[in-house]
């Protein structure tokens, strides 16, 4: 059975860093990212990553601040996320498309989830 485990969340203070992971329970995937959902909003896009090229794509909300990568050995992906903001709070989940040549920023194309990991992030 396919599983994503993510691990690395937490509570910090406005400004700090949380790096989240995610392991993979096989290595097929076409692409993996990150969404995250805060109460009482939609669940919405993070970043992603291309196993095989290493591309990636942020949200304009976590550029210059989230890097993603992926270490396809231990098939883990990471989110390194700095300079954290309040709003940047909420239920991050790891995502995994197994179709090539989907979008990988769209949640309906997604085919596995994680359960999730709780960021808090206090001002």
């Known amino acids: 059975q396919v599983q994503l485990v993510e691990s690395g969340g937490g509570s910090v203070q406005a400004g700090g860093s949380l790096r989240l992971s995610c392991a993979a329970s096989?290595?097929?995937?076409?692409?993996m990212g990150w969404f995250r959902q805060a109460p009482g909003k939609e669940r919405e896009r993070v970043a992603s990553?291309?196993?095989?090229?290493?591309?990636?794509y942020y949200a304009d909300s976590v550029k210059d601040r989230f890097s993603i990568g992926r270490d396809n050995a231990k098939n883990t992906v990471y989110l390194q996320m700095n300079s954290l903001k309040p709003e940047d709070t909420g239920m991050y989940y790891c995502?995994?498309?197994?179709?090539?040549?989907?979008?990988?920023?769209?949640?309906?194309?997604?085919?596995?989830w994680g359960q999730g990991t709780q960021v808090t992030v206090s001002s």
């Open positions: 995502a995994a498309i197994t179709d090539s040549g989907a979008d990988c920023r769209e949640a309906p194309n997604i085919n596995y």
């Open positions: 096989r290595s097929t995937y076409y692409c």
């Open positions: 990553i291309y196993l095989r090229s290493g591309g990636s």
